[in-house]
């Protein structure tokens, strides 16, 4: 692992455990834990969070966390998710492999194999799989918006060795402080040198067009909710792709929360504790639930 990756996870779990620090299951939550969904053990386990008192299928929601590629497991995210399981979604909360040990698309099969498992588990965990619906924040937008764009694109998936089920596609999608291209720079970002432990070959030309989302993006991509907030890294990134949708004719929702006055950083709307990150998971949930008729 590169020192850039090295420093990157301590500053992260340092921040995550002091943001979920004292926080607890919901009593009207009911979970499903450690649910194996693919053959790589730890790496590949996931659980389902539902509202106690629900119908019995419920509209999924399936969660891709961040972590810039090397970092994070479904641990870190179950409260944030927790919170959407009481909006009144099935939400899925799975870990995936992480670079430099599993370099890509390592994570990106796993994702593959989480939707395959919940079209495969309709009944005994009460998923409505006619909507099912996703999330992902910063490394985790990046990936699941390189999955929409496999899921789209026949001829983009071609270029990976698994295929998704036969005609999925994500009912609609929530993209959260994340980066949807990436070039090569003269001076070296911390994603330029994530690259380095993701890709096999470290970042080549190639490999950044392969992995660059707005490279890949068709007309069939699924209806887009794009959020970047006041103190996002990453904030840049979002306009040029809500345009690009747009271009082609994607419907595309694009939110920008706080200001200058506020500003709430990079992925704020993991954080429990904050007003503005239940307002904005609110308001994704709010517009999921307008595909739901």
Known sequence: MSLASIIFCANAKHNDRKRDAGLTTPED??????????????WNLLDVYRPKEAPRDLPVLVSVHGGGW??????LYQYYCM????????????TYRLAPKHKFPASLEDTNNVFRWVLNHKEQYG???DHIFAVGDSAGAHNLGLYCC????PDYAGAYSFSPPAGFLPTAVALNCGVYQIRKQKKLDLTSQLMKDLLPGKGSEAEL???SVM??????????FLMTCEGDFLAEAAPPMAEALRALDVQTEYRYYGDPEHVLGHVFHCNMRLPEALQCNRDECDWFKTFLS
């Open 70 to 75: 090397v970092y994070g497991d479904k641990e």
């Open 215 to 224: 490279d890949h993006l068709t007309p069939a991509f699924p209806p887009c």
């Open 209 to 211: 067009k392969q992995i």
């Open 127 to 129: 998923f409505d799989t």
């Open 150 to 153: 496999i899921c789209a694109d």
């Open 29 to 42: 939550i009911i979970r499903f834990d450690n649910i194996s969904y693919g053959p790589h053990g730890k």
């Open 83 to 94: 919170s959407l399981a009481q909006q009144g979604f099935a939400v899925v909360n799975y």
